[in-house]
């Protein structure tokens, strides 16, 4: 399996292909969204006839926004669409390394996508996020001064919501949610001998639930497999696309938004969190002959739609969805107690290796202490110690030029303390850093960073900038920072590592402790613009 990293934030590209886009949506997403639609129409991806929503909630009209809005929206555009060019560049590498290989004639491929366009870059988007997701705030002014280094890797960009609505056109809403914009997605399937129209188009509902038992059935060794499964194959629609669809009933649920499709029709409800599950307005659509969902059909067909709305309820027993549950922080803070429990020490070896976020220790808004041991030869030492994150936000301990360092680096913004005096030379030390949380004057924590050299203070760092919902997406190493370092180490402005330590390093350990006070709706929305 190919998991590329597209077209989900951040979007980065190069920047030669970020300038080609540049002037192709200086239209908007208003004019872009029915130029797209149209195309549809002439391939006949979408059915005839199919017409074009209004625009989603909170999407201003394309000319409503400044000149500088949409020279910013159109980059933030351009960097969406130079990522999945690139990301199609290289699968076609990959698809022609299949063929010349001799081995395409006997593969099976599938591209697919795992959702809807994302709504988390909001309103006006975001050049880089992390800033954002720990309270830094990101004024249009510094997001249009930041322009050109949209794209690239001290960047953590999201286009706002318009691109977003015009990447699922004709579908209304984004990913998280049951209408069209949010469940469905292009499928695009390689299987060789058992074709007969190359190029040919598709329009039998299937699900991802089916994959599955599809490309099993379609190598043959499918039947024992399907009991465990709750997905049927759709293998003779592959070769057929006259063929029945296999598949009558297909339910929806995410966060409490609801959706069934039977035979052809469609229920669907948008929840709002924290409200009674009977104030929801379900709609109804055929989508047969409304793929779009603009037809709502709930106040003419009020016994059909009572009929999917019972057997909703029934495809959510079975496949355990019930009962309902729309907690949004506490369900994120339950599942992330089941990485790492209630622990408050992490001990890291070094010569250990990357570790994912999920399971690294968790530093925001508390209290806590990094320690490390090593041991220093006479002519010195460099390097980092620990360092979790990347250019875009995350902290990094490590000595230069004799002295140790904290980078503090929330955003982008970078807090950075250095020793007062050189780490001792010729034989073992401590080096820490400790960080003390406080209240602060407004709504977010503030805090007291220090260093340590042998246990004894160093050098300290005032800041009302501490973690508080996010460290990073990118994982942390000990000995060495990968990837797009989070502190600018040769200081060339490129954040180039690997900055490996040259001492001897035994090892570093975390202690947290228990004074964290994070707002779990708000990291949940958080962790949502992940997944």
Known sequence: MVSPGACHAPHQAPKDLIDKYDQRFTKGWDATRRHRLDRQLELGVVPPKTGLPARNDRVEAWDNHTDDERRLFTRLQAAYAAMLEHTDTHLGRLVEHLDTSGQLDNTIVLVLSDNGASQEGGPLGFVNAMSVYNMVPEPMDEKVARIDDIGGPDTHSNFPLGWAMTANTPLKRYKQNTHGGGVRDPLVIHAPGMVDDPGGLRQQFCHVADLAPTVLDLLGIGKAAEPAMTGVSFAATVGDPEAEPAKTTQYFEMFGHRGIWHDG??????HQPGTPWEDDQWELYHLDADFSELHNRADSEPERLQALKERWWAEAEANKVLPLDDRFGERFAENA???TGRRRTYTFWAGMGHLPSDVAPDLRSRSYTITAEVDIPSGGADGVLIAHGDATCGYSLFVQDGYLVHDLNIGGNHQMVRSDRPVPTGGPCTLAFQMARSPGEGPFPHGTGTLLIDGEPTGILETDRIFWLMISW??????FDRGTTVS???????????????GTLHKVTVDLENDQDVDSDASADLQVSRD
């Open 265 to 270: 029709w469609k229920a669907v409800a948008f």
């Open 337 to 339: 107690v089941r990485h």
């Open 474 to 479: 990118s994982g942390l190493d000990v000995g």
């Open 488 to 502: 600018d180490y040769d200081r060339t402005g490129r954040h180039i590592g690997p900055f490996a330590f040259t």
